[in-house]
C-alpha cells in the first residue's frame, strides 16, 4: 500500500514537471502584442495666392482672366498625411488670395510637427478624376496629358491639363502654386495648295518617338489655310529632334529646348517646294531652302529670298530669275563664261563672285534641288520669263515692264533700271541682243550692259 502511494505521488511530480515544462516553453514563443494603428482626422484650412497665371486654371468671361471656381480643390499628401480641402463658399471668381478648408487624414505619432512638408495639387472644376486627372491611393495627382486628342484652343488646354502644384509646411498653412505644364499652341499654315477642311493626321514626334497622333482639319483664318491644335505635355520636357508631321507631309523641325510651364507658339509653313514647282506657281519668291511663298508679299521671317520663279518645263526643271543685278559686263567677257544646260536651254555662267557682284550670293542649291549658280540667259528665255510674269511690254520680242518689277520689289529686290540688259544670245558676228523696258535691240559686243542672271534648275 505504501509502494503504491509513493508510484502515485512520483508520477504526479513528473507530470507536474512536464507541464511546467511545456508551460515555460509557451511563454518563450508569445510575441509582444502589437499597438494597433492610429488614425487622426484633424480640420485644416489653409491660404493659396501668388501669381495669377500659376494658381488658378479657370478662364473667365472675358477669355484672358485666370479666376478659382465653385468645385476647385485642393490635393494634400505628405508623410503619414492626406486630404482633400474644398474651396471656400464666396471665394469663387476670386482672381487673388483664397482659402480652401476640410480634413486631413494622419496616420503618424502624435501630432504633425509644423515643419512636415506637404505638396498642394489644385485640381480645377474643369477636371475630371480618372479622365484629366488620376489620384493614387496615397492622394499624389497625375495628370493624363492627350496623346491621341487635342485642345481646340489655349483657354481648353490650360481648364483641362493645368498642373498646379506648390510645396510648405503643415504648420504654414498656406501656398504658392506653380504651373507644371507647357502649352505646345501649333497655328500650322499651308502654302502649298492644301485645301480647307482637309483632314490631316498630324504626328508630333520628340527624339524620333511619337508623343501624340492626333487628327486634325484644315480651316480659313486670316484668309489663309491652317490647321490649328494644342498639345499640353509636361513642364521639364526636353525637346530634341522634334517635330511635326502633317499626313504625308516633309516633317517640319520644332526648336529645341526644355519647356517650362508656359506657352509656346509653334508657328510653321508648308511651301511648294521647287522641286514640285508648275507653271502654276510663276510670280513665287523661291527661297534658299527650296521653297515657294506667295508672290508680292513680304518674305517670311527666316526666309532668304532668291528670286522669282520664271520658267518651268515639262520635265519640272525650270529658270529663276534674280532680284538683283550682277556686275555689268560686256557681251565678249560673257561669252568667254562656262556654258550650262538647264531647263532645255543653254546658261553662261558667271564665274566668282566678281561677277555677280555684291548683291548676289553664289548657290549650287536651293533646298535639295541642285541649281546652276548665276548665269546669262538666252534671248527666248527672258522673253518667257516676262510673259510668264505678265509683261505687256514688247517689241520684237516680249520686254519686262511694270508688271514683272512688282514681282521683284514684293520679294524685296531691286527693281530693272533704265539701262540695257545683255542676254547670252549673239545677234551677229560682232553684236548680240539685249532688252531694255520696251524692246530688244543689239549692240556691239565690246559695250558694257547691265546683267540680270538667272538660276537654272
Known sequence: MKKNSFLWAALSMTAALAMTACSNDDNDMTEAPVAPSTSKTIPYTVTVGGDEATTRATVGDDNRTLKFATGDKLYITGENIQGVLDLKDGDENKTSNVTFSGDLEYTGGGTPADDLSL??????????????????DAGAVTVNYPTTAYCSS????????????GTSTYG????TLTQQTAFLNFVITFEDGTATETPLTAVVSNGGSAI???NVTTEIVSEKVVAKFVLPVAAGTTLSSATVTMGSKAALNINNATLTGKVYNVKKTYYTLLSAATTSDYGKVVCADGHLHNAKTA???????????????STGHGLILALQDATSQTW?????????????????VLPDDAARGKQLKSYTALGATAVSNWAVAQKSDY???????GSTAYWDGQTYDDNVNAYITGAGGAAFSQSR????????????????????????????????PVLGF
Open 119 to 136: 505638396t498642394a495639387t489644385l485640381v480645377s472644376a474643369q477636371q475630371t478624376v480618372g479622365t484629366q486627372v488620376s489620384v493614387n
Open 172 to 175: 504654414a498653412k498656406s501656398f
Open 421 to 452: 540688259y545683255w542676254s547670252a544670245m549673239w545677234k551677229t558676228d560682232y553684236r548680240s541682243w539685249y532688252f531694255y523696258k520696251d524692246y530688244w535691240s543689239y549692240d556691239p559686243n565690246g559695250d558694257i550692259h547691265s546683267v540680270r
Open 383 to 389: 522673253e518667257a520669263i516676262f510673259t510668264n510674269l
Open 332 to 348: 565678249n567677257t560673257i561669252f568667254g563664261w562656262a556654258s550650262v544646260t538647264y531647263a532645255d536651254t543653254r546658261l553662261r
Open 299 to 313: 518674305v517670311p521671317a527666316g526666309c532668304t529670298a532668291v528670286g522669282i520663279l520664271g520658267k518651268v518645263t
Open 154 to 165: 489655349i483657354n481648353d488646354a490650360v481648364q483641362k491639363y493645368s498642373n498646379l502644384t
Open 212 to 214: 501624340a497622333t492626333l
